[in-house]
Nanobody
């Protein structure tokens, strides 16, 4: 299982970027896959996940990025994307894509915070810096 994130860079507040995650070694269409980020001096945090059930996909977001970020996947290309709009300086972080290859993980929303428990493969991150 391999994942490689790309597309980061320097962007101004209010700007946009699209991150890409190239995957290999597994069938992307059968697993939950998501994005996390780690800002300087902070713990890694959940950003978004696109989940798979027997019949449909679902997309879930951290409250801090909801309505600004959109996660999507292209199973034919083994790619996952994160479209990020309307940046604020607090979005500055290294962004990682990750997959739950065991199928036993789950998204949850508890105590006012969203997260995903069970990602077991992680790609190298891509830096996003928001600055004017």
């Amino acid at each position: 299982v391999q994942l490689q994130a790309s597309g980061g860079g320097l962007v101004q507040p209010g700007g946009s970027l699209r991150l890409s995650c190239a995957t290999s070694g597994f069938s992307l269409d059968e697993y939950d896959i998501g994005w996390f980020r780690q800002a300087p001096g902070k713990e890694r945090e959940f950003v978004a996940v696109i989940t798979w059930s027997d019949t449909d996909y679902g997309a879930y977001y951290a409250d801090s990025v909801k309505d600004r970020f959109t996660i999507s996947r292209d199973n034919t290309k083994n790619m996952v994307y994160l479209q990020m709009n309307n940046f604020t300086p607090s979005d500055t972080a290294v962004y990682y894509c990750a997959v739950d290859s065991s199928g036993s993980g789950s998204y949850y929303y508890r105590a006012g915070s969203a997260d995903y428990d069970g990602m077991d493969y992680w790609g190298k991150g891509t830096q996003v810096t928001v600055s004017s």
